[in-house]
């Protein structure tokens, strides 16, 4: 027998409250000097026996009555197999329907989300009327439909019906969470959870969930194979990609089952054209990376797709991508020895991008400096200049409050007093270091030391295309002079030297990425970096970088991550969103209107930003435009069930039906005497009034036969 109400248990403490009224107010004998009255006292003692035992039957019914009560009030249940516990008793199914994406295996008998809803349905079928049911859809993000849950059977079989699958990934823990949370708030007599799933390992976890007094049962519809092959990316080499130069595309497929070895044919597609086709072989419980080389003709935003030939789970075969190509680069080199960086720069010397280079530079003195625009330039590059012409300087921070880079290469020629005197410099030069032994080159991200974290993600940015061990002892450019560098707080450092100066020191004014590099980029008197076979593809890196949007949008999402990108002044106010399924929906900038959020990514495919603006990073007709990707979660294509042991221990004492989908007739069968049993709530308190009838005429009765003649007892 259970309880629905057990603390009102605490109740049955109040039968006690006769008992202790009579022990407080009983009556004490007293002795009393009579004459010799020997034929009275057999009668007296007759007299004080029978009310002694009438007083001690109404303190007991006084009691049993407060008892009962008190166990009424706690609403006792029997349960199935005990004494006359042989009816249908009032119950609340909390049924949780896994709708994730792993859900859609086309196996040979049947879908699993097919089969879980036909389970559901059996579930809901058995319930009687006037029971009570909720459906809880379970991916990453649960959905109740029914809060509190509803008598209305039909309307929960109707929502049953309507359920579809999702894109998402397979998180149970939620949705378990908030069944358990609504069955806490019903007052039904028996309350179930049922648990409709594929059970993916990948979506379960080992922590506990508490429930009180709930039945749980797990209803499993797993696929008939676990032999799965999906892509589970698409990747570039590289940040950065820049119209003109080749780029090599990485398409990742993975064996996610345990047996042959799966060959399948893989499709890339640029802007929906098929660009590349090959076959892909792939071993179990491994994955393999099929390179492409692919060149972009012009800048823009290119839509790439990865298909393999389909298999039982159709929606890992197919991968998006979104790539952002820069386009060609303007950059005006100023300095001493600038020939050397505009070779770098643009080894053809060319006005058009070629396969070689994508950037276009320009030469001039930095005496000219104040006498010549700007406003062509895409990015500024300083070689080895002084920095003390204030006039001159203006212009450079001009240049970077519209939001444009500065790339300032230091050497000889710099005047160190007059560097330290422009404040926005993110760095200041204390001195100049020359070493006997020269000194390497170590990027911030390939450092074991934390100090340099901020700029850790730059460092891979600009230093991450370089083969594994390009920047080691013997590879790396040496360095014999350099100046003590001394960054300001908000600067990053995205390289060191061997003693550890910093090399590269990148900040921010207004807009506009300040990259300083502590060597110059001509000559070898100072380091021998320029003669380097790395200082071509590290100048153009970090010129991409500096070119690149700070920050850079992320564009490659997994459905349910929402997507944000930085706005400026002069871009739209609002945007339109195309969804994969060709619905347009309109996002206003965030509140304080310095960015642009969108959250609804419940759909894979690639979604496309679209709105007016005058925005410098917008189009040449005005409209800013901009793309992102969504895709499945890759641990959806892993099919491994969770172990039922580990299942079982999420909650307490678990069962698992495995034929609840076969009809009405078989889940009963599964299910057998388990919601038989009996509410007692009444019976106590019928007790209770029939108690309380007899304590009220056995009471009346004492009073009466009292007032003929009351004996002093000493009860």
């Not at 070689?356 to 062509?376: H, K, M, N, W």
């Not at 007790?687 to 009466?704: C, P």
Request: hydrophobic share 45%; glycine share 8%.
């Amino acid at each position: 027998m259970g309880f629905l109400n057990p603390l009102f248990l605490i109740g049955m403490a109040s039968a006690a409250i006769p008992l202790l009224v009579h022990l407080w107010s009983r009556r004490q004998a007293r002795t009393m000097d009579f004459s010799t009255l020997r034929f009275l006292l057999e009668a007296h003692r007759r007299t004080v026996r029978r009310f002694q035992f009438e007083q001690w039957l109404v303190l007991l019914l006084r009691m049993l009555t407060l008892a009962c009560i008190a166990v009424a009030l706690a609403r006792p249940v029997l349960h199935a197999g005990r004494f006359f516990a042989d009816t249908h008793v009032r119950t609340t199914a909390a049924i949780v329907l896994d709708n994730s994406a792993s859900m859609g295996y086309e196996g040979v008998a049947s879908v699993p989300f097919e089969t879980a809803r036909q389970a559901a349905t059996n579930i809901l079928r058995s319930l009687n009327q006037g029971d009570e049911a909720t459906l809880i859809l379970a991916s990453d993000e649960p959905t109740v439909l029914f809060d509190p849950a509803v008598s209305q059977l039909t309307q929960v079989e109707q929502a049953i019906r309507a359920a579809e699958l999702t894109h998402r990934a397979t998180r149970i823990d939620s949705a378990i969470h908030r069944a358990v949370d609504l069955l806490s708030r019903s007052d039904a007599p028996n309350r179930e959870l049922y648990v409709i799933s594929d059970f993916s390992a990948a979506g379960w976890t080992s922590a506990a969930i508490e429930t009180d007094d709930v039945r749980v049962f797990y209803v499993p519809v797993q696929a008939q194979s676990l032999e799965n092959v999906g892509i589970t990316a698409i990747e570039t080499t590289g940040a950065f990609v820049a119209a003109g130069l080749p780029v090599e595309l990485q398409v990742v497929v993975r064996h996610f089952g345990a047996t042959a070895t799966a060959t399948r044919g893989l499709r890339l597609f640029v802007n929906d054209e098929l660009r590349h086709s090959t076959a892909v072989t792939v071993p179990p419980g491994a994955e393999t990376r099929e390179r492409i080389s692919h060149t972009f003709d012009v800048a823009g935003l290119y839509r790439l797709r990865a298909e393999l030939d389909g298999d039982r789970l159709a929606i890992d075969d197919t991968r998006h991508h979104v790539v952002s190509v820069l386009g060609q680069l303007d950059v005006s080199i100023v300095g001493g020895a600038p020939e050397m960086m505009a070779l770098a720069l643009n080894p053809t010397q060319t006005d058009r991008p070629t396969p070689a280079y994508t950037i276009r530079p320009a030469t001039y003195a930095f005496d000219t400096l104040t006498q010549r625009s700007l406003d062509a330039a895409d990015v500024l590059v300083l070689q080895d200049v002084p920095m003390s012409d204030g006039g001159a300087m203006g212009r450079v921070r001009n240049h970077l409050l519209q939001g444009k880079p500065v790339l300032a290469f230091l050497g000889p020629a710099l005047d160190a007093a007059g560097m330290n005197a422009v404040d926005w410099m993110p760095a200041r030069a204390a001195g100049v270091k020359t070493y006997d032994t020269p000194q390497r080159v170590k990027p911030a991200h390939l450092s074991a030391a934390n100090r340099d974290a901020t700029g850790a993600a730059a460092s891979d940015a600009v230093f991450g295309v370089f083969e594994a061990g390009a920047w080691e002892e013997g590879g790396a450019p040496s360095v014999y002079t350099a100046y003590d560098l001394r960054p300001e707080a908000d600067a990053a450092v995205m390289a060191r030297l061997s003693d550890g100066t910093p090399f590269v020191v990148a900040g921010a004014v207004g807009g506009g990425r300040l990259i300083v590099v502590n060597a110059p980029g001509a000559g070898t008197e100072w380091s021998d970096l320029a003669i380097q076979t790395a200082f071509l593809p590290l100048v153009q890196q970090l010129v991409f970088y500096a070119a690149s949007p700070d920050p850079t949008p992320e564009r490659g999402l997994i459905v349910g991550e929402g997507f944000s990108r930085a706005l400026g002044p002069a871009d739209p106010l609002v945007v339109g969103v195309t969804t994969p399924d060709g619905d347009v929906r309109t996002v206003a900038r965030s509140q304080d209107g310095s960015a642009l959020t969108y959250a609804d990514t419940s759909s894979i495919g690639v979604y496309a930003l679209d709105g007016r603006g005058a925005s410098v990073a917008a189009e040449a007709d005005g409209r800013l435009r901009d793309a992102f990707a969504v895709n499945l979660d890759p641990s959806e294509s892993d099919l491994t069930p969770v172990a039922p042991t580990d299942a079982s221990a999420k909650l307490p004492a678990v069962d698992w039906l495995d034929d609840v989908s076969s009809g009405r007739d078989g889940f009963d069968a599964a299910l057998g005497s388990r919601r038989l049993g009996r509410e007692l709530w009444t019976h106590f308190l019928l007790l209770a009034v029939i108690l309380m009838t007899i304590e009220l005429f056995v009471a009346n009765r004492k009073s009466t036969a009292g007032d003929e003649a009351a004996p002093a007892t000493g009860f």
